[in-house]
């Protein structure tokens, strides 16, 4: 007897029967074990910071040095490139990427320079010259030339520095900690300049 006699007979069928039942109790079974552990994996978050070079780690509360010190490059041209007809986005921009203690002071200050800018029609334009890194309490220092000009009065050139710490909470980068002040880094004594990328 061949097997499609053997099929088309009585037994032949509810065997057929039984193992296509055992076939599908066994593919639901599998799918089922695999969304449990697909449910398990970890996500893959892919962030791209403006100027990424090489390779860098990122992680659900942490990320190497080079994406802090993008962030702190990003973050430090947002805040230092602003005119009247800019400075609406930067708020836009800027208020997911602050942490909650940091939140209230930033916007009220950005807030009251908002006015200022667009009554007198002041830009101000910031170009990095140097990104400095202290290892030991994870701030980026970016700092460059900053100028300030509007129609009323002649060019103010300075040095500035924009001294930020960059921490990530579930992939998600926070700026919980900065401070704008003219001049050199304040406490760059890990910071080293010649360390610092251009």
């Given amino acids: 007897m061949t097997l499609g006699d053997f099929l088309s007979t009585w037994r032949g069928t509810t065997l057929e029967n039984r193992v296509w039942r055992i076939t ?24 791209v910071p403006p100027v990424l070079e090489g390779e ?21 041209q947002l805040l230092g490139n602003v005119g009247p007809t800019t400075v609406d986005g930067l708020v836009r921009v800027l208020d997911p990427l602050l942490a909650g203690g940091l939140h209230r002071e930033v916007m009220a200050s950005i ?9 007198e029609n002041i830009a101000m334009h910031f170009a990095p010259q140097t990104v400095a890194y202290d290892t030991a309490t994870r701030t980026v220092f970016v700092t460059g030339q900053h100028k300030t000009e509007g129609p009323a009065a002649a060019p103010v050139l300075n040095r500035r520095t924009y001294e930020l710490r960059v921490e990530f909470r579930n992939y998600r980068p926070l700026i919980t900690h900065l401070e704008v002040y003219r001049g050199d880094p304040r406490s760059a004594r890990d910071a080293h300049p010649e360390d610092a990328n251009t």
Avoid: C, F, M, P
């Fill in 56 to 76: 860098v780690t990122i992680a659900r509360e942490y990320a190497s040095q080079a994406v802090e010190e993008s962030w702190g490059v990003y973050v430090a």
């Fill in 24 to 47: 599908v109790l066994v593919l639901v079974a599998s799918n089922l074990i695999l969304v449990g552990l697909v449910g398990q994996v970890e996500r893959t978050v892919v962030l």
């Fill in 111 to 119: 807030a009251d320079q908002t006015e200022a800018i667009k009554r």
